[in-house]
T-cell receptor, first 114, second 115 residues
Framework: NAGVTQTPKFQVLKTGQSMTLQCAQDMNHNSMYWYRQDPGMGLRLIYYSASEGTTDKGEVPNGYNVSRLNKREFSLRLESAAPSQTSVYFC?????????????FGEGSWLTVV | GENVEQHPSTLSVQEGDSAVIKCTYSDSASNYFPWYKQELGKGPQLIIDIRSNVGEKKDQRIAVTLNKTAKHFSLHITETQPEDSAVYFCAASMKSGAGSYQLTFGKGTKLSVIP
C-alpha cells in the first residue's frame, strides 16, 4: 500500500552542489509530476510526464531537469543548487493526464540549500 | 494560464461550527475542481472534487459548490472536529499546451479547529 514513494525525506545541500530526488509509484499510473511547495505560494508544478517517454515543463522549470526512467520512476535533478531552491518537493502521479483524474502525492522531500 | 485565488489564508473556528473556504479561477475552460487536505509533514490528499457539469457535491460533513458563471467554488465543512485542522488547497484543472491537463493550486487555507 505504498502509493507514491520519494527519497530522500530530508537533504541539506551547499550552493552549487547537485542532487537527484527519486520518486516511484506502484499504482501503474501513466502520469507523474514534480511540484514544489513554498510558504504562502501553494503548490507549483515544476515538470511532468504525461506518459512513459515524455516530459514537459510546468510553471517553474528553471534550474531543474527530470528523467522518466520507466513507468514507475520519475526523478528530479538539481544540477547546481541555489538557495532559491530551498523548498518542499512533492512527487505525484495520476492514471492519465486527463482532467478529473485524481492526483496522488508522496510524503514530500524537504530540501535546504545553504 | 489559469490563476486560482483562495480565501481566507487562515481560518479559526470553534469545534462544532462550520468552516467555509472560497476560491475563484480565471479561465472559463477549467472543468475540474478538486480540494486537497494537507496535514503537517504530509503530502496533500484529495478530499472531494467537482466537475463543471455539477453545481454541488456532498460527502458526509464536506460539501463543495461550484458557480461556473461567477467562476468560483467553495468548500464547506460542517460540525468541525479537531482532526479537521490542516491546510486546505483548492485547484482548477485546465488543458495544457501539450494536450494534457494540469492542476493550478490556490495558495492554501490553514484551518484551526479550537476544541
Amino acid at each position: 500500500n505504498a502509493g507514491v514513494t520519494q527519497t530522500p525525506k530530508f537533504q541539506v545541500l551547499k550552493t552549487g552542489q547537485s542532487m537527484t530526488l527519486q520518486c516511484a509509484q506502484d499504482m501503474n499510473h501513466n502520469s507523474m509530476y514534480w511540484y514544489r511547495q513554498d510558504p504562502g505560494m501553494g503548490l507549483r508544478l515544476i515538470y511532468y510526464s504525461a506518459s512513459e517517454g515524455t516530459t514537459d515543463k510546468g510553471e517553474v522549470p528553471n534550474g531543474y531537469n527530470v528523467s522518466r526512467l520507466n513507468k514507475r520512476e520519475f526523478s528530479l535533478r538539481l544540477e547546481s543548487a541555489a538557495p532559491s531552491q530551498t523548498s518542499v518537493y512533492f512527487c505525484a502521479s495520476s492514471a492519465t493526464p486527463s482532467s478529473g483524474n485524481t492526483i496522488y502525492f508522496g510524503e514530500g522531500s524537504w530540501l535546504t540549500v545553504v | 494560464g489559469e490563476n486560482v485565488e483562495q480565501h481566507p489564508s487562515t481560518l479559526s473556528v470553534q469545534e462544532g461550527d462550520s468552516a467555509v473556504i472560497k476560491c475563484t479561477y480565471s479561465d472559463s475552460a477549467s472543468n475540474y475542481f478538486p480540494w486537497y487536505k494537507q496535514e503537517l509533514g504530509k503530502g496533500p490528499q484529495l478530499i472531494i472534487d467537482i466537475r463543471s457539469n455539477v453545481g454541488e457535491k456532498k460527502d458526509q460533513r464536506i460539501a463543495v459548490t461550484l458557480n461556473k458563471t461567477a467562476k468560483h467554488f467553495s468548500l464547506h465543512i460542517t460540525e468541525t472536529q479537531p482532526e479537521d485542522s490542516a491546510v486546505y488547497f483548492c485547484a482548477a484543472s485546465m488543458k495544457s499546451g501539450a494536450g494534457s491537463y494540469q492542476l493550478t493550486f490556490g495558495k492554501g487555507t490553514k484551518l484551526s479547529v479550537i476544541p
